[in-house]
């Protein structure tokens, strides 16, 4: 497996966890609910309200589906990164947390309302938290291990033009 490959999946692991685990205790925290309920929700994106109440393959399904999705934005950024990197390797913390917000919108103003999801009117407060976790456990994340797939590879090449 290529290094770039790796970092991939480490980055995309690494952000999807996060976000999962932040969007599991901030539920919880609001209404006492376990995880099952963000998976049906996640789910009822592909398959409407089926997922409601459906089986345990509607969780299993919106498990896989948020974890296609975080690997979907890092390799958004993965490829991205090249082109800002000048920008990004000084500024690698405003870059994760500004990618974390562009995650969010296309999130939210794409692929949710193209989705069979029908979502509940956002509030300030929604908006506000649900932006800071992707901002903090999607982009930042995904940010920081591009940022050091890259240092590395340059410096390997480099190291390899001085043998």
């Not at 790796?6 to 952000?15: E, F, M, P, R, Y």
């Not at 685990?21 to 099952?36: F, L």
Request: aromatic share 10%.
């Amino acid at each position: 497996m290529s290094k770039r490959s790796s970092s991939i999946i480490k980055a995309g692991l690494v952000a999807g966890t996060l976000d999962i685990c932040a969007a599991i205790i901030s539920v919880y925290a609001r209404s006492g609910k376990g995880p099952e309920v963000i998976f049906r929700y996640i789910s009822r994106g592909a398959f409407g309200d089926d997922a409601r109440t459906g089986g345990m393959a509607y969780v299993v399904a919106g498990l896989l589906f948020h974890y296609i999705i975080a690997f979907a934005f890092t390799i958004l950024f993965f490829m991205l990164y090249p082109k800002i990197r000048q920008w990004a390797s000084k500024y690698i913390i405003a870059t994760g947390l500004v990618y974390g917000a562009v995650v969010w919108c296309i999130m939210n103003l794409i692929i949710v309302p193209s989705s069979r999801i029908t979502p509940a009117p956002p509030t300030v407060d929604s908006v506000i938290r649900e932006m800071l976790i992707l901002m903090c456990c999607i982009g930042l994340p995904i940010a920081i291990i591009a940022k050091k797939h890259y240092h590395e590879r340059d410096h390997s090449t480099i190291r390899s033009h001085h043998l």
